[in-house]
């Protein structure tokens, strides 16, 4: 790259929204130069074209006559934001970038967005993979996350992440994590109608059609936990498991002192739960935790569907 000092001259020296500068991003030996905004990026065909099938059909196009250049390499101009084309661009170029534990969500944003338009298709799947990993299809892969409670590994952390997650994953069909992120997102959040705002002084909030399948989730959720078959079913309906009690008297009380609890406590869902099961026999705590896995697993089945979304085998990712 050359220094501040070497900067080449530009022919284009400035657009309608400023003068054109150049980026950090600037090899003396690169051939093509990408322009986002008022920002100048010299790369290298070879590299886009290796990752990218838009690149390499374009490089083999013929140029036009006005096609804009700068010492004799031509500059495409790119309508996507000078933060992606960067964040793009470092991915490629540096190999550390994308190997930190927690990435920021802009940085798979962008790797979503640019690696779908230009066909990036390497850097579009380690993407998806991060919010897959975070928003998991499968039951076993929420609960790995969630046991005892859920803190992101491998996605840098903020106060409204998980409604940016559930923007980022509709905005560009990524189907197969927005039942577990609209679950997370009404789990830890009530400000669903509200938005939310961050620490830097932006807000984050959702869309009206992301807000209605929050609201009307979540109200399936608490209509359901208690019915038969789900999570919480067992504190209603004991079935014939009386007979193999122990300790009658104190299990029932136990069972009562936390139906109560949780049927006055509304605001936690408890379907995907795990439970600390005090004051019972070992029969009746046998019993209750088989009941609670068959529940947590009939509440994951049906997960899409309380939130308005197709079966779990019909959310496909559009990669």
Not at 81 to 91: I, K, N, Y
Not at 134 to 150: F, H, I, V, W
Not at 207 to 215: E, T
Request: a neutral charge.
């Amino acid at each position: 790259m050359t220094s501040d000092s070497e900067s080449p001259p530009l022919k284009r020296q400035r657009t309608e929204t400023g003068p054109v500068t150049r980026s950090e991003i600037w090899y003396d030996d690169g051939n093509v130069i990408l322009q986002s905004e008022n920002t100048l990026f010299r790369v290298h065909w070879s590299i886009l074209s290796q990752n990218s099938s838009f690149f390499r059909s374009l490089q083999g196009l013929p140029q036009p006559p006005e096609q804009p250049s700068i010492e004799g390499f031509p500059v495409i101009e790119l309508p996507d934001t000078l933060p992606d084309v960067e964040t793009l661009l470092r991915a490629l170029y540096y190999p550390t970038f994308l190997s930190k534990k927690r990435l920021q969500l802009s940085v798979l944003a962008a790797l979503i967005r640019l690696g779908r338009k230009y066909d990036f298709r390497d850097l579009l799947e380690l993407a998806v993979e991060r919010l897959i990993y975070e928003n998991p299809p499968t039951l076993d892969g929420y609960m790995a996350l969630s046991n005892p409670r859920y803190n992101m590994t491998c996605i840098e952390s903020y106060t409204g992440v998980y409604f940016d997650i559930i923007t980022l994953a509709r905005e560009n069909n990524i189907l197969s994590v927005l039942p577990c992120a609209y679950y997370r997102a009404v789990l830890f959040s009530d400000q669903v109608f509200d938005g939310i705002e961050k620490k830097d002084g932006t807000s984050t909030s959702l869309a009206p059609i992301d807000q209605r399948r929050c609201v009307l989730g979540r109200e399936s959720v608490l209509k359901q936990r208690f019915r038969p078959g789900y999570t919480l079913a067992w504190l209603r309906t004991w079935d014939d498991h009386d007979d193999n009690c122990t300790a009658p008297s104190k299990c029932i009380k136990s069972r009562d002192e936390l139906f109560r609890k949780y049927t006055v406590d509304d605001g936690r869902l408890l379907a995907l739960a795990t439970f600390q099961l005090k004051g019972f026999c070992a029969s009746c705590k046998g019993h209750a935790n088989e009941a609670i896995v068959a529940g947590r697993k009939k509440v994951w089945e049906d997960l899409p569907g309380f939130f308005g979304l197709p079966p779990w085998d019909e959310l496909k990712n559009d990669l």
